[in-house]
């Protein structure tokens, strides 16, 4: 597969490494031991991140390339959370206001998660929640820090593929959970700029499935807000993936499956018992897909990513019971 140049390269990607390594773990890949003492799958822990999730990587090189000026006007964002988080997070470790808008559907954990780190909250109505944020990026100046759709973002979460091809030598899948599709695009176009055999699978719930219909149908799918709101993976219920992700997956990715609500319920299950992760349930999508055997691996190590792990304990407790 050759790039085009609107798309993510490794050099890219080994430059954000650099800018993002002084406020971002190198997460450890960890193995799934299950009740049988099969282990089907190794885990890359991004929910250990300081914000419990692997956007904090792309917010971080987001903000490393952004100008004397540009830092100056400060920066605002969309997110459900885990982006929130990350931006807010990022900002105040480079010294830049940060403003953020959250649909008024976000866990109560997330939003409070997000105020910690400093930044102003901006709640409303999840489908305007990018009509908020442009509207205060126009009237501020601040930068607007795109959740997924940026080439400084993806290359920031491509760092997880750079090191996962240095961690396991003998990588033959990669799994990746998907909703604006941040993640898989940088993913991806590390891993095959360094290991083209090795396959890379999107996952995604069947109630958030806008990206499975569209890799069918070989054309971007946008599904209704009120419809990926009803997945319990509250981090991935974007209504669509970006217009440059959707080029990077086509480009980079083999396969894109779906799991049901019981099947990812189960994964977080599996996850804290089997690998002594905490995951939230968009954190479990991935496993999900090799668990419930969606995802049958055909040779080398499988790795899903544990995208990240804020998780209510309501929501966690009754799971592991």
């Known amino acids: 597969m050759s790039a085009s140049p609107h798309l993510v390269t490794l050099s890219d990607i080994e430059a954000a490494a650099g800018r993002v390594a002084s406020t971002c773990l190198r997460t450890p890949v960890v193995p799934l031991v299950q009740p049988d003492g099969e282990m089907p799958l190794h885990l890359k822990a991004e929910s250990l991140q300081p914000t419990g999730a692997f956007k904090l990587r792309g917010a971080t090189n987001a903000i490393a390339v952004l100008d004397e000026a540009q830092r100056h006007r400060g ?9 929130a988080q990350a931006v807010a997070y990022a900002a105040r470790a480079a010294g830049v206001r940060a403003t953020i808008v959250i649909p008024d559907n976000a866990p109560t954990l997330k939003v409070e998660a997000t105020r910690r780190w400093g930044a102003e909250i901006v709640i409303v109505p999840p ?8 509207q205060i990026a126009a009237q501020t ?9 940026d080439p400084a973002v993806i290359a920031g979460q491509g760092t997880v593929g750079l090191e996962l091809v240095e961690q396991v030598p003998d990588l033959g899948t990669v799994v990746v959970p998907v909703s604006g599709g941040g993640l898989v695009s940088g993913v991806a176009a590390a891993v095959k700029a360094l290991r083209p055999e090795v396959a890379v699978v999107a996952v995604e719930p069947e109630l958030a499935g806008d990206l499975a219909e569209g890799w069918a149908a070989g054309e971007r799918r946008v599904w209704s807000v009120t419809d990926t709101s009803r997945t319990v993976a509250d981090g991935l219920r974007t209504d ?18 779906t799991v049901s609500e019981d099947e990812i319920l189960a994964a977080v299950t599996a996850v804290v018992r089997g690998a002594r992760l905490v995951v939230e349930p968009s954190g479990a999508v991935a496993a999900a897909a090799v668990l419930s055997g969606t995802i049958v691996p055909t040779r080398g190590t499988t790795v899903a990513i544990a995208s990240g792990g804020n998780v209510a304990t309501e929501t966690l ?5």
Not at 141 to 149: M, N, Q, R, S, T
Not at 244 to 257: R, T
Request: charged residues 20%; hydrophobic residues 45%; glycine residues 6%.
């Open 141 to 149: 100046g601040a930068v607007l820090i795109p959740p997924y759709d």
């Open 240 to 257: 669509s993936v970006g217009l440059s992700n959707w080029d990077h997956i086509q480009a980079f990715v083999d396969d894109v499956v």
């Open 317 to 321: 407790a009754p799971l592991l019971r």
């Open 75 to 83: 920066v605002v964002t969309h997110s459900s959370g885990n982006h």
């Open 127 to 134: 489908a305007e929640r990018l009509a908020r944020a442009e």
